[in-house]
């Protein structure tokens, strides 16, 4: 099987800590190792590094060499810009050789934690049989353990099949807090972790299906290696969710239970992080006196607190971002400000 990791994205609900060259999935937010360090890791010896791929930015380009020296230079997909993971999914699929491209593909973003990789290898594994007995794509959907609006959601139909597949009936976007609370209860829902697996060349194949001027761009550039740069600044910005997969009727499933989480925001982190006795949550070089409740992270210096609760409070060499808990889905206001004040610094 191989593997292509996602990881040309911002990260801006990092901010302070996530940068544009420094992006989340190239931070150490639990450990000691990068999140696309250990994405890569955990997916021995189920796919070694010569069996990985990794899309990302050219920007990025150096860090992630850096990163992950063990993944083959040639492996390692550099776009021209960010054209969401329709066409980034796509190009990396088309440039990958014929021979690889008729064996199973799945496809991973770079930032998400797995508590049980053990787990989720048997999960990749079972979903690979699945599509090369029968060609089918597969999304691996991970059982709610909460009423989460952050997320997407997969509707099941009826239902399973062997080793436990479910066929998704719909695709549900990110619901409000009451509609969120109705789809965790119902016990046919999964969240959508935004995990693949399919053929590569059954991919393509959807592609010209359902999305033929992708698919014609995306022949274009393999006729045209040199008109990189030009030719993907052309293709449509969709996501591969909107541009394909709501679209096949076919589509299967494989619950998930592996501890995951997409680290969106602080507060995902925040649940993840081991708590004090009054359930403050520490990086770093910080005092917590009489507070409750915080997460409380520093890059340089101390960070100390009285007398609050709720709070994520992160300083780094040259920001400190200071917000109630549950309004950390909402940084991206703070980068948006930064950008419209010409603040590029700090981006």
């Known amino acids: 099987m191989q593997v292509l990791i996602l990881a040309g994205g911002s ?38 590094p010569e069996s990985v791929w990794i899309c990302t930015t050219r920007a990025l380009a150096d860090a992630v060499r850096r990163d992950v020296p063990e993944v083959p230079a040639g492996q390692i ?32 973003p770079a930032d998400h934690r797995i508590g049980d990789p053990a787990a989720f290898r048997a999960a990749l594994a079972t979903a690979a049989r699945a599509v090369v007995a029968d060609d089918r794509v597969m999304t691996l959907g991970v059982t709610p353990r909460w009423a989460e609006t952050g997320y997407g959601y997969l509707e099941l139909a009826p239902g399973a099949e062997a080793d436990g597949l479910r ?32 053929r590569g060349t059954t991919l393509l194949e959807l592609l010209e299906r359902h999305q033929p001027e992708l698919a014609r761009g995306l022949e274009e550039i393999a006729a045209a290696p040199g008109r990189l ?96 808990k549950e309004r950390s889905q909402e940084v991206r206001k703070i980068v948006a400000a930064l950008q419209q004040s010409g603040r590029g610094e700090l981006l």
């Open 167 to 198: 066929r998704v009936r719909r695709f549900v976007e990110k619901p409000d807090a009451q509609k969120a609370e109705a789809l965790w209860r119902s016990g046919h829902h999964l969240w959508n972790a935004g995990i693949f697996v399919f």
């Open 77 to 108: 997909l550099l776009e021209p810009e960010g054209r969401n993971t329709a066409p980034a999914i796509g190009w990396s699929v088309r440039s990958m050789p014929e021979a690889v491209r008729r064996g199973p593909v799945a496809v991973l």
């Open 229 to 324: 740069g030009e030719l993907y600044g052309r293709l449509p910005a969709d996501s591969i969710d909107y541009a394909l997969m709501e679209k096949l009727d076919g589509l299967s499933t494989l619950p998930l239970d592996c501890g995951w989480s997409d680290l969106g925001s602080w507060e995902a982190l925040d649940e993840i992080l081991p708590k004090d006795a009054a359930g403050n949550a520490a990086r770093g070089d910080v005092v917590a006196v009489e507070s409750s409740g915080n997460l409380l992270f520093s890059e340089g210096g101390t960070v100390a607190v009285l007398g609050v609760e709720g709070l994520v409070v992160v300083r780094t060499g040259d920001a400190v971002l200071v917000m109630p």
């Open 11 to 48: 990260g801006t609900r990092f901010w302070p800590l996530s940068r544009k060259l420094r992006p989340k999935q190239l931070l150490a937010l639990e450990g000691e190792r990068s999140l696309l360090r250990e994405t890569v890791e955990r997916l021995q010896p189920l796919a070694g």
